[in-house]
């Protein structure tokens, strides 16, 4: 009884729900795509959401409505250009549609190609799909068949692809939330916002405007400034020849860029030897330079550096000046001016920061005859920065060793072969001095020359041996050297990053070893031969051995009755080329034969 009763309530309260009435009328969410076709697919989606929902009851009665509409967009600038209009199925999307308003050949998706559709040979995009994240979607195919003339026709196809993935998205109600919104089109109403949203990491803080700095000093190719005595600022010209050899000097000079220049001046002595400013020493010396191009710029005056007078004969002496004073042209004779400008060397110095710390000039005056066809003056320019100094490498020859010359030495490191200028750190040998000890005072050096061979040495007093393994070490590094190098090039001019052209040397201990050993000479013996051919060889260094001779017997057996010892250091030259023989050409062999039937009829 209990349960026909559960029974009888349920059966009521099912027929209370089918007594409502539910009505819903959902907007669905539409979903705009726009395919353009370029090298990469491109789509550009418009998404608009509505949803409006009703539900009526007899008892109670709930009506809930929702809507959401994006605000309405102002009209975009003129110069901006429209937004391409929207598609929405995947059958009216096509990537291969590159040209508006013409047909792309082979592009079955184009609607522009009806005309030109029955001469395809193919279709370039034969699908096209939408969204493949979702779970569901629809993929356009698009295939030709060729009818009974030839021609061919095509057959499009819809149909719907599933995505058997876990993460698959089944329904979508907001594009957003898995892809970039469309970014806003400016218009005059929001140019201003986007304008201060995209700008700021550039400028500085949205409301802060941040000036750009300007730099102080010169940049590379700046035409350089001078202050006049009226405070005008001008042009740095050096003299430079135009369309012929003629000079113009307006010719401004540019920063950072040596220069050096030639040309030449028609000149009339009577009038122009004490009036022409472009002969007189002024002219190049009374000149101050701005530090940098911004207003408070220093000024930097133009020193003297070095003077020389040219005589006629060519030879020339330097002047010394005394209290800045100028050389001025004089006319000694009709026919002959003295003090002429020949040649300005200007040395600029500047910082890193671009400016101008110090402004040298050298000059060369000379004389000019009435007779000359024109006068010819030089202009040079050369830059140099502050606190860096131009190290000279030297080398011993190119490629060849020269007799003479120093040996390049070097030590190897992971990046190829490091090599010091400083003579005294390169391969050398003792000077050969009188009475010289070998572990007191200061040891002379010179390089080891290439081609000349060496001989000298210092003195060992025999009461400083007390303590044998110091002054060994110690003996021997006197011997050697500071800094004693590991390799040799093997030729002048051999690079540092190509260790294959630098001998190592190798180092020979013959003789027995005592209690006490201490090195008695130590001798270099260098291995060098021709190469190349026999009309210009080139000295080539193959091999270099260190020997290094110690005591096979004791002190007093090698002294005597003396209580000094002599040790020594030498150089040797070995030539190990091979003697140049003279080689002949075989003599060309004829292979010739007659016919058989040369002689006939007479054999």
């Known amino acids: ?51 409006t929902t009703t539900l009526e009851a007899t008892e109670p009665t709930l009506t809930y409505t929702s809507t959401v509409q994006p605000t309405a967009a102002a009209q975009p600038l003129p110069v901006s250009g429209r937004l391409l209009l929207p598609a929405t199925d995947a059958d009216r999307l096509c990537p291969c549609d590159e040209h508006s308003g013409a047909c792309d050949i082979n592009c079955c998706c184009d609607t522009e190609c009806d005309e030109e559709l029955p001469l395809f040979t193919g279709c370039s995009v034969s699908t096209v799909s939408g969204n493949k994240q979702l779970c569901s979607c629809d993929v356009a195919s698009y295939s030709l068949r060729s009818t009974i003339d030839g021609y061919s026709q095509l057959q499009p196809s819809v149909r719907k692809e599933t995505n058997y993935d876990i993460f698959c998205i089944q329904s979508q109600n907001r594009i957003d939330g898995w892809s970039h919104p ?22 500085g803080l949205e409301e802060n405007t941040a000036e750009l700095q300007v730099p102080s000093g010169y940049q590379y190719g700046d035409v350089m400034v001078t202050a006049g005595e009226d405070g005008d600022r001008g042009m740095f010209w050096l003299p430079a020849p135009g369309v012929t050899a003629d000079c113009v000097d307006t010719s401004p000079a540019a920063f950072l860029k040596d220069d050096s220049r030639g040309c030449s001046r028609r000149v009339n002595l009577d009038q122009d030897c004490s009036s022409l400013p472009a002969l007189k020493m002024g002219t190049y010396t009374d000149v101050q330079l701005l530090t940098g191009t911004n207003k408070d710029a220093a000024v930097v005056p133009v020193e003297v550096a070095s003077v020389i007078l040219q005589s006629l004969e060519g030879t020339q002496t330097k002047w010394n000046m005394s209290g800045g004073e100028n050389l001025s042209p004089v006319l000694l004779n009709p026919g002959l001016c003295a003090n002429v400008v020949l040649k300005v060397v200007y040395a600029m110095k500047y910082n890193p920061a671009g400016k101008i710390v110090n402004v040298s000039v050298s000059l060369i005056l000379g004389f000019v005859r009435e007779t000359a066809l024109s006068l010819k003056q030089e202009f040079q320019i050369t830059f140099l920065q502050q606190d860096v100094e131009e190290v000279a490498v030297d080398y011993s020859g190119n490629p060849g060793y020269v007799v003479g010359l120093p040996l390049v030495s070097g030590t190897r490191t992971h990046d190829g072969i490091v090599r010091s200028i400083d003579s005294r750190q390169t391969l050398s040998l003792l000077d050969a001095a009188e009475d010289q000890d070998c572990l007191r005072g200061l040891h002379q050096r010179s390089p080891v020359l290439f081609g000349l061979d060496s001989v000298s040495g210092c003195t060992l007093r025999l009461e400083d041996t007390a303590n044998c393994s110091l002054v060994s070490q110690v003996l021997l590094d006197v011997l050697r050297g500071p800094n004693y190098p590991q390799y040799v090039a093997s030729f002048g001019n051999s690079p540092l990053n190509n260790p294959l052209d630098w001998v190592q040397i190798s180092s020979f201990h013959p003789g027995e070893a005592q209690s006490c050993s201490i090195p008695l000479s130590l001798h ?7 190469y190349g051919s026999l009309v210009n060889a080139q000295p080539q260094i ?24 002599t040790i020594s250091m030498s150089v040797a030259f070995t030539p190990v080329s091979a003697a140049a023989l003279p080689g002949y ?12 039937d040369f002689f006939s009829p007479f054999v």
Request: proline fraction near 3%; charge should be negative.
């Open 1 to 51: 009884m209990a349960a026909f009763g559960a029974e009888l309530m349920f059966c009521i309260f099912c027929l209370t729900l089918l007594a409502n009435v539910v009505t819903t009328d959902e907007n669905v969410t539409s979903h705009d795509f726009n395919a353009t076709a370029s090298d990469e697919f491109t789509v550009t989606s418009n998404v608009t959401d509505s949803y």
């Open 182 to 203: 469309s970014p806003s089109l400016p218009t005059d109403s929001n140019f201003d916002t986007l304008f201060k949203q995209f700008t700021s990491f550039l400028f």
């Open 524 to 530: 270099l013996e260098v291995e060098w031969t021709k």
């Open 542 to 565: 193959v091999s270099i051995k260190e020997v290094v001779q110690t005591n096979t017997t004791s002190f007093a057996l090698l002294s005597g009755s003396s209580s000094i010892l």
């Open 585 to 596: 050409n075989a003599m060309p062999t004829i292979d010739a034969k007659l016919p058989y």
